[in-house]
Structures are given as structure tokens and as C-alpha cells.
């Protein structure tokens, strides 16, 4: 962009849409010391804007505090942040945390928010995981509730 006969090669000022001044400076100031601070309040921006910028050691360290904070209450917010922005590695570590928590995750306000394809999504994480039969009963009691609530 700044090298090729472009715009902004030619421009004194670019705009980066979508990235906060808070975390451009952050992301500069790695650039300079090889140095970031991710945190829980700046993670969810910093790690966009390191996909965007191509920073891909930034954007491990934010797949990695990501994974380090795992909770039930969390875990599949953090695995469809972790599939939209193609954190594979992230994103097996929520499967496998979700598998082993099924039963917790189950009863979580995140997992009641899931849309129909976020609950197929779901059901395909353990499909052949065989321990977890008993959980997919329940499993399915919600399915079968939520679409019934959806066709009234």
C-alpha cells in the first residue's frame, strides 16, 4: 500500500477504518519494542487489527490469552471469534474445552443464545464423542424446545 503506486504511497495521512487510536498506538509500539500488553479489555480489538495488519505474532498472543481465560461461560464466544478470524489452533482448544465441559456449557446463557446453525455448529463439535450420549439428550430436549418456541 505504501510502496506500490497506490494512494496512499502518495498521501501524508491514511485513515484505518475500524481500528481504535488506542490500538494502532499499541500495535506501533510492538512494532518499535516487541513489546504487547494483551489484556481482557483490549484483546477483542487488538486481535482484528493484528489480523488486519497482518501481525501475526500479535495475533498469536491474543489467541493464547484467549486460551488461557477459557470458561464455560465463555468458550463459544471465544470459538466463533476464534473460526471467524481463522484461529484454527484456538479454535481446537474451545472444542476440546467445550467437550470436556459439555454439561456446564450446556446450561450457560451463551449456549441458549445460539442460533440454529450455531446449534448444529455445536452438536457437530462432539457428535462422535460417545461418553457424551447422556449430554445429548439434554441436548436435544433444547433443541426441541427452542424450535418450538420458534414456530409459535
Request: with cysteine; proline share 3%; hydrophobic share 40%.
Amino acid at each position: 500500500m505504501f510502496r506500490c503506486p497506490m494512494r496512499e504511497s502518495r498521501s501524508k495521512h491514511i485513515e484505518l477504518h475500524g481500528i481504535e487510536a488506542t490500538t494502532l498506538t499499541q500495535l506501533v509500539e510492538y512494532m518499535y519494542t516487541s513489546e504487547i500488553i494483551v489484556t481482557e479489555d483490549n484483546v477483542q480489538t487488538l486481535l482484528p487489527a493484528a489480523d488486519f495488519l497482518l501481525m501475526r505474532a500479535v495475533r498469536e498472543k491474543c489467541c493464547e490469552f484467549l486460551e488461557s481465560h477459557l470458561h464455560v461461560s465463555n468458550c463459544l464466544g471465544i470459538r466463533k471469534f476464534a473460526v471467524f478470524y481463522n484461529c484454527s489452533s484456538l479454535r481446537r482448544s474451545c472444542e476440546s474445552f467445550i467437550i470436556r465441559n459439555v454439561s456446564e456449557v450446556l446450561k450457560t446463557e451463551e449456549f441458549t443464545r445460539l442460533n440454529p446453525d450455531e446449534l448444529l455448529e455445536f452438536a457437530s463439535i462432539f457428535a462422535s464423542n460417545i461418553p457424551l450420549r447422556n449430554d445429548l439428550r439434554a441436548y436435544a430436549e433444547f433443541v426441541r424446545q427452542s424450535v418450538n418456541e420458534q414456530r409459535r
